[in-house]
């Protein structure tokens, strides 16, 4: 099944931010070389996985709002400003796709929604012995990803943009 990609029209049966040439291309200029030996297929499930995953993790964190009720993806929308500037209403920003790319590769080696259980406190095998910060989330950050996509993202409520007159 092809892969169905959001290309700012707002699409009722887009399954991707990121077209495969797309992820290639960016991937390609970041070096990751295992993305390239992989089959279309294997990279479409693996665009697929990262959009839901940007769906389910940020989907209440766009600034704006929907362009279409109707639409499948979050992009693109209206009343998103970055850095001043709004954002157009017809595209899906580059830095969304980029992450998706990004998400992608990462889609390939983990689970990027896994299941959560119980915290290890201390695991000794043999001699080796791991204990975990209480404090440590269980589950992973995708850093890397939050920090480009943060000024699309909306702050907390006690998060206000300072302006010196």
Not at 42 to 68: H, I, N
Request: hydrophobic residues 40%; proline residues 4%; negative net charge.
């Amino acid at each position: 099944m092809a892969l169905e990609v959001e290309t700012g029209t707002g699409s009722a049966t887009a399954e991707s931010y990121a077209s495969v040439t797309q992820a290639d291309t960016r991937l390609a200029a970041l070096g990751m070389t295992n993305w390239a030996t992989l089959e279309v297929a294997e990279k479409e499930q693996a665009l697929r996985r990262a959009t839901q995953f940007m769906e389910q993790r940020y989907r209440d964190k766009w600034k704006g709002t929907r362009l279409y009720r109707a639409q499948a993806l979050s992009w693109p929308r209206y009343g998103a400003i970055v850095d001043d500037f709004d954002v157009d209403s017809t595209v899906v920003p580059a830095e969304v796709k980029n992450a998706c790319a990004d998400l992608a590769v990462k889609a390939l080696a983990e689970d990027l929604n896994p299941d959560l259980t119980r915290a290890v406190i201390r695991e000794k095998v043999g001699p080796l012995e791991t204990e975990y910060s209480a404090h440590s989330p269980q589950g992973t950050r995708f850093v890397s990803v939050d920090q480009a996509l943060g000024p699309f993202l909306r702050g907390g409520g006690a998060n206000v943009r300072l302006v010196r007159a």
